[in-house]
């Protein structure tokens, strides 16, 4: 079976073919960063305008990757939210007309699953059950994940996500967009200073996070001063190491509450270099063994959204080839009959 995966929640356009017999038959995505660079942050109106001009090129393109016809696919999976719901409504819209033409099904899915299974479209891929952080964009929660469908959620951000924090720190720091991977590469260049940012909820007890005081704690240290550039630097070192020291032992107590011994990590944060080495080294000193997604598959993507279209479709669930489709820009994964 054959499934065209369309995503486009935000500022990137992601179409994919996933084949349950073959695996991956070819992705393409187009970021909308350059255009958005002028303007700080994602622009919506931009965004879909955007979405609108680049789905059937890169559809075609893949296709040709592939090697398949439009023919040949059997469903059509596309992420309904949570994200912008004029970015939302170009993807479900055309995947719809489309699947209505070709006579198959169309399947919404949700953006954050697609994310949190996208670690099993790697070489090696983890075998249920494990724990998962997600981190990406406006989420960071820590789940138990039994197989596909089946999540209980152990803990989640109570404000601002680790991805949050990212770029809203950049911002002050005085970086460009996308604030997070310029944090981090000025983090780089940076070390150890007498400057110690706190670890929010770290000795909590539980797995809840929460990143808004951090970001509150460097606004102190920039208000009113002109920090060198070596300053610059150690405060973004100083902040990246206190965010993935967090992110690193919850998830290393969450894995060795729900007594496993592994650890999947997906999500856009996921692909932060310096996470990775933490988590790691933490998870190795715990037995644990840690599996991430491909670094091109930790923003958002197509694969990601064909895969879980895949596995829903494999499982039983019923798309829709009546042209009818709805979005859900905010959809709370509580609210999606998809946590346990």
């Known amino acids: 079976m054959i499934v065209l995966g369309i995503e486009s929640s935000c500022d990137e356009t992601g179409v994919a073919l996933y084949d349950t017999g073959r695996g991956l038959l070819g992705h393409a995505v187009h970021t909308q960063v350059t255009m958005h660079e002028a303007y700080g942050g994602v622009v919506p109106e931009l965004a879909s305008r955007d979405h609108i001009r680049r789905l059937i090129p890169l559809l075609e393109r893949v296709l040709v990757e592939a090697g398949v016809g439009k023919a040949d696919i059997d469903g ?42 996208s670690p099993l479209l790697a070489v090696d891929a983890p ?14 929660q820590l789940m138990r994940v039994a197989g596909v469908g089946a999540y209980e959620l152990l803990g989640e951000s109570v404000d601002d996500a680790a991805g949050e924090a990212f770029d809203k720190t950049a ?37 809840q996070f929460s990143f808004s005081g951090l970001k ?63 988590l790691d080294a933490d998870a190795a000193a715990a037995g644990i063994r840690v599996h991430y997604p491909e670094v091109a598959l930790c923003t958002d993507n197509g694969a990601m959204i064909a895969y879980c279209g895949a596995q829903r479709l494999l499982a039983g669930q019923h798309g829709s080839a009546d042209g009818a489709f709805g979005v859900r820009p905010r959809w709370p994964l509580q609210e999606s009959g998809l946590l346990l």
């Open 127 to 140: 075998s249920f059950p494990f724990v998962a952080l997600l981190v990406s964009g406006g989420h960071t």
């Open 216 to 278: 509150t704690a460097v606004l102190t240290q920039v208000h009113g001063r002109n920090l060198a550039a070596q300053e610059r630097a150690n405060l973004a070192w100083e902040f990246q190491e206190a965010v993935t020291e967090v992110l690193a032992v919850k998830s290393v107590m969450a894995v060795r509450h729900c007594n496993l011994d592994r650890l999947v990590v997906a999500g856009g944060v996921g692909a932060n270099r310096r996470l990775r080495q933490r």
């Open 171 to 207: 911002k002050l720091l005085g970086l460009g967009y996308p604030g997070g991977p310029q944090l981090a590469e000025l983090a780089g260049s940076g070390g150890p200073s007498a400057l110690r940012l706190p670890r929010p909820m770290l000795r909590s007890g539980d797995f």
């Open 76 to 117: 059509i999976a596309y992420t309904a939210g949570p994200g912008l719901a004029g970015a939302l409504l170009v993807g479900a819209s055309f995947a719809a007309a489309l699947a209505q033409a070709l006579d198959i099904p169309a399947l919404p899915v949700h953006h954050l699953e697609g994310h949190l299974l």
